[in-house]
């Protein structure tokens, strides 16, 4: 069974839930707060709030429950399976635990264990999708083909539109061999939802199973089309270009790839590997290094890089990296001659004799073969690709293929443990937000600063200074702990001074950072008792309101929307709101206002690239793409990236 089995599961959404807690009125607010920062991806935030509960109120079953989904999510699958445990004995009867460590119990490799509970969830309740979905899956990992097989015929009677019931059938049916069959499945299942790029990757990879390259590349194109941040679709498009020697095209798709992941060994791997192979060899060494930074035991890259330094003229260097590989593979022949070379070069002639030595005995021991000392190369399969369990060294310059092209497939269908939408829509961005904190990645968007949160940011303490970001990251155990400390002396001081209005706004932003909306509305509401002309008390609110709201599933713009007014009654040429502003009008379907807030936030800060990504998503529900695209454009010079992709789509026909 191909490493593609073990991608993903259907599972629980955490925000459906139900939440029916018989504890106190404390322990029901952590219960709340905890499950507020679940929701936000806040996974150690909420474990903190759940261990509370716990220690209070120690025979619920719910707070054991939600940590293992928090648990599950940071990929601790033993302690998710403990806390189920903890929360079965505590309830036996929900559905939902079962599911849950079904989960934890698949992720750790024991099949028949998961299925087990799933068959328990399934007889509580027979008509959940998710735990049959996962009960084939895990089938299918323990080896009861027909099995997993049988159960997709009970799955597609309930649901016969269920596409990725069909594609898992689709899989199975490759597994047992019977090729035009498999075919026949997923052509049905792309029939039933021609705009799923994850069904068209599917497709594309059978087809390049059957050698057919030039069929498998429009569904790879067409997938990329619909969601152009979908890596997976990328690397086996670069597969499929190499496969037809157009290594350009492939090169460009592993660019794509490392861009949205830098950290992509496989991406770094074969990059590295198509730039030897057109003489760029110092770049190639650059992929290389960071392939064996992450994996200092991949011997591919090992001797890959020790043949690029020597052909670079760093002897010394390719020697180090030979000889740790032949440490490691003291037959791989090829190694041997390399090294007997490089010493030569490096003025080691005894060392060197030694290795042409052995190189020699070999030959001799293999003189019946056409092509001198030909050695493990010759036993290499005949083919471009191999696939990362490979360990014929002589299959160094084969790029590596995991989830796609390999000679038996697995199950492109994943174990659903996360309710995703990972098709991408032209939406708008976020709304900005004050936070302490910024993501700092490659991929999200400059934070902003103002000179109107001079005052505020004159009180803060040791944290770093407030600003304006609108992408969130969950928090670490350190920003957590220095949150709470935060809250814990700004209410001493408040305690002090009751007309501490600083002091009730940034602890309303502590408990907003923590999930904690109630304790954030009662601060404010005491701060707009004493100042109600402070601007930044009615920014926060809005952003309090609209986290509540978006987590409740509610229209936001509804309460949202005079908070934002009122912010901008009070600062008129405040860009921040302005854009804010914009993105809830333009919720509220009122394209016009929320064009002319784009342009005025645009005509004060030139530079946010949000506001020109968001004014384009306006200007083509208003039918003015090639306005539009000029706007996603700017975007795009401006740093958001995946502007670039959406002028594409809007440059190309359906």
Known sequence: ????????????????????????????????????????????????????????????????????????????????????????????????????????????????????????????????RSLRHNLILCLAHDGHLDEALAQTDTLLRSWPKYTEGIAMRSDLLWEKGDSSASVECIDKAVSLDRFNPDLLVQRAVIKARMDMFDDALPDLDRAIYLDPFNTSAYMNRAAVHYQRDSLRAAMDDYDKVLQMEPSNVTGHYNRGNLRAQVGDDNRAIEDFDCVIEAEPDNMFAVFYRGV???????????????????????????????RSEIREKLGKTKLAQEDAMIVFKEHNRRYNRAHGYADDEDDAPDSKIRSSKDKNLAGYRKIIVDDGLENSTGFSSEFRGRVQNRNVQVTYLAPLRLTYFSAGSLMSRRPYTSYLLDGLNAHVRKLPELRFEDSDIPLNESQISALFADIERLSAEIAGSRKNVSGLLLRAVDFCLLQDFQSALADMESAQEIDPDNWILWFIKAQVLSRMDEMEGKDNSVKVLPCMNRVI???????????????????????????????????????????????????????????????????????????????KRFSKTE
């Open 308 to 338: 690029l330094r020597y052909q670079t003229g760093d002897w010394t260097g390719a020697e180090t990296d030979i000889s740790r590989v032949l440490d490691e593979y003291p037959e791989f022949y090829t190694g041997y001659q390399l």
């Open 1 to 128: 069974m191909s490493r593609r089995l073990a991608a993903r599961f259907l599972g629980v959404a955490v925000m459906l839930l139900p939440l029916t807690l018989h504890a106190q009125i404390n322990t029901d607010r952590m219960m709340t707060v905890g499950r507020n920062a679940l929701y936000f991806d806040d996974y150690i935030l909420s474990i903190q709030y759940f261990n509370q509960v716990i220690n209070a109120k120690p025979y619920l079953y719910e707070p054991y429950f939600y940590r293992a989904i928090a648990k599950l999510s940071l990929e601790d699958w033993r302690g998710a399976e403990q806390d189920c445990n903890s929360s079965i004995e505590r309830n036996p009867f929900v559905v939902n635990s079962y599911q849950v460590r079904g989960l934890a119990l698949a992720y750790q490799q024991k099949y028949g264990q998961a299925c087990a509970d799933f068959r328990k969830g399934l007889s509580l309740d027979p008509e959940d």
């Open 569 to 647: 009654e009070l600062e008129p040429d405040m860009a921040f709101a302005l854009y804010n502003r914009g993105i809830f009008l333009a919720g509220n379907d009122e394209l016009d206002a929320a064009l002319a807030d784009f342009d005025r936030a645009i005509e004060l800060v030139p530079e946010m690239a949000q506001a020109w990504y968001n004014r384009a998503v306006v200007l083509v529900l208003l039918d003015r793409t090639d306005e539009a695209v000029i706007s996603f454009s700017k975007a795009g010079e401006l740093g958001i990236v995946g502007a670039y992709n959406v002028i």
